[in-house]
């Protein structure tokens, strides 16, 4: 029996991302759909629990992805409430990238160090990535803080992240290199989790900052978040700073978001959610 | 030489239900096409017929589904039409699970049963399922009865199977299960194929009727259209009468679905629609 | 580790012909995507370049089709600006199989014959498997002419083949079939590559002009564009010309397409266009 995935993504495309490393972690056949909605996924997910017996639905599984991870926060959500007895199948959501990256990114820059009581900083911190970053490092017992150019968006993303991991981050405006550097001043730890293609930092402007103890940076497209790093970059000394690029720790991410649909097929009933993901992360680290 | 299924779906998304029992009939590749009308299907057509020689052609098919079933007519008559000569293959229409559906309901709740002369009403009958399960009642000879809450979506629902079947329904306005309860006053045989999560008897109702043998209800979603039964009902007596829930008699639809999906791959042309499928259903059963 | 080819199509609906020739190329999974234009490429592009380790890669490639040419370009272009050092995948341009329909066409027509300082019209050549045909012709050393309804087409696909392939081609404007034979009266060679279903040439016109030694149509839905010809002739003589339809040089066409999907995995970094694909049918011709 087929090992199937049926990939909802609530982009107009789904991602093919998430589509090769599905196949790479050992899936027989993705089955994906773009434009998914809270409104349309019942088709789906009654695909997933209806066309299988009970023991044979341990071979079907739901990923859930696309670029913004609210909109799969609220798809989780509603595939979840079309489950009902043991009509339901195991699911994982990493929009964006976003559980995978984060806990691959914190796993590393944190391997072998105790962070709790550290300040760290996730620069323009709002995004899937960021949040996520911020959430894991606040769980593991940092003092976090994030970035953002704007004031509300940095206020909204710390009351997300109170209401849904019941964690405390604090805000921060930071709209250039300046004020970015200030955010950091005192910070041992700093994740760069910005678009593509922004420089977040310029490169004295980190290797000054004598707290500083290891920097990470999720940005894989040049110019990079941080500069003075290498998207390469895994672990390097730079500066006398720990420094993780996305190729990096890229590859840890891969094999993390690999085992997780892995894991999806094993015949347990889970869930693979921020918390979830970052355990496996801490695992293969 | 891949078993190559071309799924065209009528609807904004294929059906991942149709796209996973395919994978379990033995289909190495399904491609899933959504949006198909007869106004855009020659392309893929094309894809099916023009790609592979006479012989190797046998392992590419085409399957029509949907949520309409008139949608789904409409695009099987279209692809049939761009076939010429021996440029053609294997084609399935399960718009809605319709065909397998009211197959197999009506294979089972008849299973061993003459239903000549036997009156048979569809409850909430004017769906794909309804219409379908209507029309094999009719062939195989009973008196049968389909209701709606509108008189003119009864009539047009008759009309159809006069017209595409050459069977003679009765449309009867039932808006309520009071006037549900009188049409299958003097019934031996109730299908209920009502939308999902509308019940359309009381229990009390149906129980008290001493004429009902058997009664089938396609209802996968609770609350099922016939209070009283669960949708796990395998020919279960409750009240003195056999009942079938919908995953009752889901294991063998799935049985038709797939066993009529691997039979569009075993080198003859083929045209699995209503009577061919209930056919299958029949010889499963 | 799969073969997967991330089939990039700029039509609403990917082609079914390029996923099911793709899996007779040894392909084991095609990612389909429609819709695709140089403004949202990037995510399949980087789905392609990040999820595989450098010498995995080789098991990743990209196919651009669509109905238009023009789009496809475009794509193709939008794909590799997206690449950066050794973060590439092959890729193969084959909208509405102009490369692959053209080259073959061409390889067949041409075979054992010196094309240099021949006349050779195409008929109906403003399309990419005119153009492109147009285009081998050419370089080749025939003396090329495309014929059009519309003098500013066939104007617009000189300029395209001047500026693109940097050849020289005559745009002649024929409307109905008395022009269009008065266009082949003095040549050799003759490609018909109209519209499905229209006819271009009487049997009469072409088979009373004693130059013509070659025909061929790339037509394959009746009426063909050159009557008197038929779609399965394979170099078959009629009126002492030789005859090619498009089912006759479609087999090559077929086994150019496969071929050339093929060969993106095997290792080399490799980008299919006009040029290569119509060396690989005059190796397989």
Known sequence: MKKLLIQLDTDPHPSAFDTVVAYDAGVDQVLPYAGITPGNVQAMVEGAIFTRGPIDKRHTAIFVGGSSMEAGEALLKAVQHHYFANFRVSVMLDSNGGNTTAAAGV??????????????VVLAGTGPVGQRAAAMLAQ???????????????????????????????????ADTESR???????????????????????????????????????????????????????????????????????????????????LFDGEFRV??????????????
């Open 107 to 120: 796993a590393r820059l944190s391997k072998g160090m105790d962070v709790r009581g550290k300040r760290a």
């Open 140 to 174: 593991d017992g940092a003092r976090v803080a994030l970035t953002s150019r704007h004031q509300e968006r940095a206020q909204k993303s710390c009351d997300f992240l109170q209401e849904h991991f019941g964690i405390k981050v604090e805000g921060l405006v930071a």
């Open 181 to 263: 550097s200030r955010a950091i001043a005192d910070a041992q730890i700093v994740f760069a989790t910005g678009a593509a293609g922004v420089e977040l930092l310029d490169a004295g402007q980190w290797q000054e900052i004598r707290s500083i103890e290891v920097l990470a940076d999720a940005n894989a497209t040049p110019p990079l978040g941080i500069a003075g790093t290498e998207m390469g970059d895994k672990g390097k000394l730079r500066a006398g700073k720990v420094c993780w690029g996305a190729i990096g720790f890229g590859t840890l991410k891969l094999k993390v978001h690999r085992a997780c649909v892995a894991q």
């Open 272 to 285: 693979f959610n921020a918390a979830s993901i970052y355990a496996k992360a801490r695992e293969l680290a």
